[in-house]
């Protein structure tokens, strides 16, 4: 006797998501809470960073807040002009929110700031495509500290070696990288086996708002017109 099929239930209500504008508007509230807390507001410049050197920024300064999404959401929390700006002045702060930069609000001291930054300098392997800063060239010889298990992986990366009682030994001089060109990903692999690190990051102070004198200070040229980032969605000042 066939089986009497079960009737499907079907949710004819759908979860409300919660809206994009209403996300904006909580984290405008956010950094605007942050800003009557902290004095001191700073705007990063982290386009010549990685994820892993804003998280150890972040430790840091755990302390402090941090906040490093839209440009347009960051700039209505600071304000755009006179009349809806949270601090005297302070909208002239946010016409440098281009590009890949952050707000950093904290109560550090000015100069302890600068000293970071100004010493905030970190360098990585490259990735494919960077662009060498200079020639590296391995000699022919042994390479004693290296494990000779990596054989297969070298060679495959094209470096001409051969083992010798359990040592690798490069038969001849071999380019790892030269000047002004990209740099391949066997070379960017290679590169990583033999420790070269040619790229170094860092992050920079572009201007300072002290919420106790309401100066602003910059420290590089004002930007000529604002990065449009095609967010049309209405915001709540």
Not at 6 to 25: A, G, H, V, W, Y
Not at 80 to 94: F, I, R
Request: charged share 30%; glycine share 4%; net charge neutral.
């Amino acid at each position: 006797m066939p089986k009497a099929k079960r009737d499907k239930l079907i949710t004819l209500t759908k979860t409300k998501k919660r809206s994009t504008k209403e996300q904006k508007n909580k984290l405008v509230e956010e950094i605007r809470n942050a800003i009557e807390e902290f004095n001191n507001i700073y705007i990063l410049d982290l386009s010549n960073c990685r994820t892993n050197h804003v998280k150890e920024i972040r430790r840091d300064f755990n302390e402090s807040k941090f906040f490093m999404t839209k440009n347009k959401v960051m700039r209505v929390a600071l304000g755009t002009s006179p009349e809806n700006e949270v601090e005297n002045d302070l909208h002239n702060a946010s016409k440098f929110l281009t590009a890949t930069r952050a707000l950093f609000i904290t109560d550090r001291p000015k100069a302890e700031v600068a000293k970071y930054f100004a010493n905030f300098k970190r360098s990585d392997y490259a990735k494919v495509g960077f662009v060498a800063t200079k020639t590296i060239t391995l000699e022919a010889g042994p390479v004693d500290w290296m494990p000779f298990s990596l054989e297969e992986r070298l060679l495959n990366l094209g470096l001409p070696i051969e083992v010798k009682n359990k040592v690798i030994n490069i038969l001849r001089p071999f380019n790892l990288c030269t000047f002004g060109e990209p740099i391949t990903a066997q070379q960017a692999k290679l590169l990583k086996h033999f420790g070269h690190e040619l790229t170094e990051f860092n992050a920079s102070i572009v201007c300072h708002y002290d919420k106790k004198t309401h100066k602003l200070e910059k420290f590089v040229e004002e930007p000529t017109g604002d990065e449009e980032e095609g967010d049309d969605d209405e915001m709540e000042y």
